[in-house]
C-alpha cells in the first residue's frame, strides 16, 4: 500500500541548530516526493519537489530510494521556519493522487 | 488575485444532512482538487477535476460527488452527513491536471457535524 510517514508530530529545536524533517514512504513504482508547509495563520503552500532540486528558504531535500526517504534539511534553523510541515507522495501507482504524511509541527526556540 | 477562495469558511449542520461546498480557483488555473483534513492527520485526497471532468477519486464513498463548471468554479456535495464528516475541507488549484502539480490551497471550509 502506498504510505507516506512522518514519524515525528513535533520537533523542537533552537534558532541556528540543524533541522531535519524525516519523511519515509511505500510506495511500488517511481514516486514524486514533495513537501508542503504551514505557517501560522497562512495557508498550505508548496515548499519543494524533489525533481526541481532546489534549495528553498535554506531547506533541502533528497530523495533516498534506497532508503525510501525524503527528509527535509536545514543546516542553520532560523524562528521563522517554525510551522507544520507536511510530506507528499504521487505516482503512477497512486493515479497521480496526493499521498500526505500526518505532518510534523516544527518550533524553533529563540 | 485573491488565490483560492472557498465559502463558506465555517459551516454546522446535523447528521442526514447534506452540504455543498464552494471553491474558485486561481484565475487562469483549470484544474480544482478537494481534500479532507481531520484533525491531527494530512490532507486526504477526495477528487480533482480538470476541464470539468472528473480526473482522480479518492477513496470516499458515494455521498461525496463534486462538480466543475465552464468558470472552473468548483462545488463538492456531501449527503447524508455522518459524525466522521467533521473535518476542514481543502480546495485545491493548479494550472494542469495532476498531483504532481503546484497545488494552490484555499484557506478550507471547517465542517463541523453536530
Known amino acids: 500500500a502506498q504510505r507516506v510517514t512522518q514519524p515525528e508530530k513535533l520537533l523542537s529545536v533552537f534558532k541556528g541548530a540543524p533541522v531535519e524533517l524525516k519523511c519515509n514512504y511505500s510506495?511500488?513504482?517511481?514516486?514524486?516526493l514533495f513537501w508542503y508547509v504551514q505557517y501560522s495563520r497562512q495557508r498550505l503552500q508548496l515548499l519543494l519537489r524533489?525533481?526541481?532540486?532546489?534549495s528553498i528558504k535554506g531547506f533541502t531535500a533528497d530523495l533516498n530510494k534506497g532508503e525510501t526517504s525524503f527528509h527535509l534539511k536545514k543546516p542553520f534553523a532560523q524562528e521563522e521556519d517554525s510551522a507544520m510541515y507536511y510530506c507528499?507522495?504521487?505516482?503512477?501507482?497512486?493515479?497521480?493522487?496526493?499521498?500526505w504524511g500526518a505532518g510534523t509541527k516544527l518550533i524553533i526556540k529563540p | 488575485d485573491a488565490g483560492v477562495t472557498q465559502s463558506p469558511t465555517h459551516l454546522i449542520k446535523t447528521r442526514g444532512q447534506h452540504v455543498t461546498l464552494r471553491c474558485s480557483p486561481i484565475?487562469?488555473?483549470?484544474?480544482v482538487s478537494w481534500y479532507q483534513q481531520v484533525l491531527g492527520q494530512g490532507p486526504q485526497f477526495i477528487f480533482q477535476?480538470?476541464?470539468?471532468?472528473?480526473?482522480g477519486r479518492g477513496n470516499f464513498p458515494d455521498r461525496f460527488s463534486a462538480r466543475q463548471f465552464p468558470n472552473y468554479s468548483s462545488e463538492l456535495n456531501v449527503n447524508a452527513l455522518l459524525l466522521g464528516d467533521s473535518a476542514l475541507y481543502l480546495c485545491?488549484?493548479?494550472?494542469?491536471?495532476?498531483?504532481?502539480?503546484?497545488?494552490?490551497f484555499g484557506d478550507g471550509t471547517r465542517l463541523s457535524i453536530l
Open positions: 477535476y480538470y476541464e470539468k471532468e472528473e480526473r
Open positions: 524533489h525533481i526541481s532540486r532546489e
Open positions: 484565475s487562469g488555473h483549470k484544474s
Open positions: 510506495y511500488s513504482g517511481s514516486p514524486e
Open positions: 485545491a488549484s493548479s494550472f494542469r491536471q495532476g498531483a504532481n502539480q503546484p497545488q494552490h
Open positions: 507528499a507522495l504521487s505516482g503512477m501507482d497512486s493515479n497521480y493522487q496526493l499521498i
